[in-house]
């Protein structure tokens, strides 16, 4: 499902390669959702750089608006590690294999499999994940992202009656975690390390995963702001 694989694309950390395909891009999107046609212009019109910059800002400051998917549900509870064998094992029935990169809940990631799946099982697994999806989306709105766009694009695909608009009263009523004190609080728990002893590299997730290792999760899926999936 080409939307699907494109939307993926553009949640991750921004390619400079991506803005040689604008034009397919935008083709693309207005024959298929043209909704999203504002969200590709404005993504197009800002340099590179400060595009990366603005992801960064949005995607690795604190744990609400984390792109790992599992961090919304399990956080670092026992269940997560199940979780996280259960979807590898989808992912490589799909024939789809992972390098030490990823992390399996990764969104895009998790989007690119669903792209390569029939058009009712992609349907289904975004309803499975529509509460964090919408939730997501709102605390991107709440922020004045244009992100947010991506997600409700993802639930319209999925026909959830959820949206970053139906979790606005509870995202309103939540601190949010990317200010300074908030991320000076986290950064004061973390041992200083001179060495690395991650074998498979050191991306920005894997921080964010080891930045939150013993913060204590919040219960981010109260769905009495919006309705059921």
Not at 60 to 73: A, K, M, Q
Not at 104 to 111: E, V
Not at 177 to 196: G, Y
Request: negative net charge.
């Amino acid at each position: 499902m080409a939307l699907i694989k494109l939307i993926a694309l553009l949640l991750e950390y921004p390619d400079e390669a991506l803005w040689q395909e604008q034009e397919e891009i935008s083709a693309l999107v207005a024959a298929q959702q043209p909704e999203l046609l504002p969200f590709v212009t404005r993504y197009f019109a800002t340099a590179p750089l400060d595009r990366q910059a603005d992801w960064c800002a949005l995607f690795e400051r604190g744990r609400t608006t984390s792109l790992l998917l599992f961090e919304h549900v399990h956080a670092e509870s026992r269940d997560r590690g199940q979780a996280m064998v259960d979807l590898m094992a989808q992912y490589e029935r799909a024939g789809l294999e992972l390098d030490c990169r990823e992390l399996p809940d990764y969104l895009p990631l998790y989007l690119e499999y669903l792209s390569l799946q029939p058009a009712a099982d992609v349907r289904q697994g975004l309803l499975d994940v529509a509460p964090i999806l919408a939730l997501v989306g709102g605390r991107l709105k709440e922020r004045g992202s244009d992100f947010h766009m991506l997600f409700d694009a993802l639930l319209r695909v999925a026909d959830s009656p959820l949206s970053s608009e139906s979790v606005a009263a509870q995202v309103a009523a939540e601190e949010r975690d990317d200010t300074p004190a908030a991320m000076d609080a986290v950064w004061e728990e973390e041992q200083v390390k001179f060495i690395d002893d991650n074998t498979c590299g050191n991306s920005a997730r894997q921080q964010h995963q080891r930045r939150f290792r013993h913060e204590t999760a919040p219960q981010y899926l109260d769905l009495s702001a919006g309705g059921t999936a």
